[in-house]
């Protein structure tokens, strides 16, 4: 089944210990990306990746760090989470990126003390 | 980067006709318009897209006029199920080196009642 698979889906931590949230897609697509959702702010960007090694930064990428060192893996790294942090994330997968159809993950609920 | 702008909220009762239109005044020419759906706690799942004229599947049917600064998602005959939050997206073309950013609309909440 083709999807969009992010670990874990929910977690509770504290300022200053460094997560990593896992996000991995079986589609072969080269463009992944890490959104953030906050309640009336909408969906926004935080990294995007086009292909393997290749990353850039979204709308709001401070405080987080993205790798891409295998086509199907893109991990959401918060190296010291802080309570502005706390968010709905999620995780997406394209293939052909201009017609924007984005496959999306469930989302992964993260909690910052 | 101009932003797309929506509606806040919708409400619509079981069996009409909804409309949801998305400004998109800065609309690039290679640029393409999506719309997704999202419920409560789950990834947002696409609808529709389409670049010009008419654009119609079995869930739904997108308007886009010529200037192509809006686009109108059509829900016919909505039913319960159909509450949710839509997304318009633009998918930007990058300035430099092919990058591409997603800019999602704050979205409309629609709400259908019995």
């Known amino acids: 089944e083709a999807q969009v698979t992010q670990n874990p889906r929910y977690l509770i931590t504290v300022t200053g210990k460094k997560l990593t949230v896992t996000c991995s897609q079986n589609?072969?697509?080269?463009?992944m990306s890490w959104y953030r959702q906050d309640p009336g702010l909408g969906l926004r960007q935080i990294y995007y990746?086009?292909?393997?090694?290749?990353?850039d930064k979204g709308d709001v990428p401070e405080g987080y760090k993205v790798s891409r060192k295998e086509k199907r893996n893109f991990p959401l790294i918060l190296e010291s989470p802080s309570p502005n942090q706390t968010s709905l994330y999620f995780c997406?997968?394209?293939?052909?990126?201009?017609?924007?159809?984005?496959?999306f993950g469930e989302g992964s609920r993260l909690t910052v003390l | 980067l101009a932003k797309t702008t929506q509606p806040i909220s919708m409400d619509s009762y079981e069996g009409q006709e909804v409309n949801i239109t998305c400004s998109h005044n800065?609309?690039?020419?290679?640029?393409?318009i999506t719309w997704y759906q999202q419920f409560p706690s789950q990834g947002p799942r696409f609808i529709i897209q389409?670049?010009?004229t008419k654009v119609k599947n079995e869930v739904a049917s997108l308007f886009i006029p010529a200037d192509r600064k809006s686009s109108t998602l059509s829900l016919p005959r909505v039913s319960l199920s159909d509450t949710a939050v839509y997304y318009c997206?633009?998918?930007?073309?990058?300035?430099?080196?092919?990058?591409?950013?997603?800019?999602f609309g704050t979205g409309t909440q629609l709400k259908v009642e019995l």
């Open positions: 389409g670049y010009k």
């Open positions: 997206l633009v998918v930007w073309v990058g300035l430099t080196g092919g990058g591409n950013k997603l800019t």
């Open positions: 997406a997968s394209s293939l052909q990126l201009n017609t924007g159809e984005l496959f």
């Open positions: 800065n609309i690039a020419t290679n640029d393409y």
């Open positions: 990746s086009m292909n393997v090694e290749v990353t």
């Open positions: 589609m072969n697509h080269e463009y």
